[in-house]
């Protein structure tokens, strides 16, 4: 959010930081620092962007019990090895999340620790009002909602999806630029205004049941006919195409 009163209300003017701590958030700790490897004198907001560099610890979590919107999350420039832990606590996995207002990227060198319950809205959402991007470095995600307003996501890498989990595009745009996407299940079956521009994609879908699901098109664009769609479980898997048109359409034994 820019610095200016909005409706009496202050908000603080974007900044880049670095984690310091082993806790990216907390509601009662400073975590972040305005230099690499200075003090903890900020906090994670919004509209932040957030630097893990070779300053940060070598191991570091988002709280079990904090479901938050985040700015930006940026690893590119971490070298070292270190591990990201997304929740352990089985208590909220069902309800964890996070969402971004900002761009996502990781690193080869992250370790990625993610809760193995089904999240409710997603383990990832991506929320903000302008445009974003997501680069996993090779990481394998779980699910991720696309929830924006008059906005797009945009890959920058191939993403896997754990195959019991969900790539779900609620609102807003996904630009897959070519890259690949390995996931359980593809999901826009609702009303809302969205478009799915999938280019020359090959998307793999392994989970079982429903996996492709735009059933309901009111107010979908969807570009697909130069893309690959490929389902891929020995269970039963169904696609709900909603009568909009499609590229190849291919079924693999795993």
Same mark, same amino acid.
């Given at each position: 959010?820019?610095?200016?009163?909005?409706?009496?209300?202050?908000?603080?003017?974007?900044?880049?930081? &670095? +984690?310091?701590?082993?806790?990216?958030?907390?509601?009662?700790?400073?975590?972040?620092?305005?230099?690499?490897?200075?003090?903890?004198?900020?906090?994670?907001?919004?509209?932040?962007?957030?630097?893990?560099?070779?300053?940060?610890?070598?191991?570091?979590?988002?709280?079990?019990?904090?479901? &938050?919107?985040?700015?930006?999350?940026?690893?590119?420039?971490?070298?070292?090895?270190?591990?990201?832990?997304?929740?352990?606590?089985?208590?909220?996995?069902?309800?964890? &999340?996070?969402?971004?207002?900002?761009?996502?990227?990781?690193?080869?060198?992250?370790? +990625?620790?993610?809760?193995?319950?089904?999240?409710?809205?997603?383990?990832?959402?991506?929320?903000?009002?302008?445009?974003?991007?997501?680069?996993?470095?090779?990481?394998?995600?779980?699910?991720?909602?696309?929830?924006?307003?008059?906005?797009? @996501?945009?890959?920058?890498?191939? @993403?896997?999806?754990?195959?019991?989990?969900?790539?779900?595009?609620?609102?807003?745009? @996904?630009?897959?630029?070519?890259?690949?996407?390995?996931?359980?299940?593809?999901?826009?079956?609702?009303?809302?205004?969205?478009?799915?521009?999938?280019?020359?994609?090959?998307?793999?879908?392994?989970?079982?049941?429903?996996?492709?699901?735009?059933?309901?098109?009111?107010?979908?664009?969807?570009?697909?006919?130069?893309?690959?769609?490929? +389902?891929?479980?020995?269970?039963?898997?169904?696609?709900?195409?909603?009568?909009?048109? &499609?590229?190849? +359409?291919?079924?693999?034994?795993?």
């Amino acid at each position: 959010f820019p610095s200016h009163d909005k409706q009496g209300i202050n908000f603080p003017a974007p900044k880049t930081i &670095y +984690l310091v701590s082993s806790q990216i958030i907390s509601p009662s700790s400073l975590r972040w620092s305005l230099i690499s490897g200075g003090p903890a004198t900020e906090y994670l907001l919004p509209q932040d962007t957030g630097i893990i560099d070779n300053s940060a610890p070598s191991s570091i979590s988002w709280p079990n019990n904090e479901p &938050y919107i985040a700015g930006a999350l940026d690893f590119t420039n971490r070298t070292n090895p270190i591990t990201f832990t997304m929740s352990t606590s089985a208590a909220v996995q069902s309800t964890f &999340y996070i969402a971004f207002n900002g761009d996502v990227k990781l690193s080869s060198t992250v370790t +990625l620790v993610t809760p193995t319950a089904t999240g409710l809205n997603g383990d990832l959402q991506f929320t903000g009002h302008k445009n974003q991007s997501l680069i996993t470095a090779g990481q394998q995600l779980n699910s991720i909602n696309v929830n924006k307003f008059n906005s797009s @996501l945009s890959l920058g890498s191939n @993403l896997s999806i754990a195959s019991n989990r969900t790539l779900a595009i609620s609102a807003g745009t @996904l630009n897959t630029n070519n890259y690949n996407i390995s996931t359980g299940a593809v999901s826009s079956s609702n009303s809302n205004v969205r478009a799915i521009n999938l280019g020359t994609s090959s998307i793999t879908l392994t989970n079982t049941g429903t996996v492709w699901d735009t059933a309901t098109t009111t107010n979908l664009s969807l570009s697909a006919t130069n893309s690959s769609i490929i +389902l891929k479980n020995a269970g039963d898997q169904t696609f709900a195409g909603g009568g909009l048109s &499609y590229g190849r +359409l291919g079924v693999e034994n795993p």
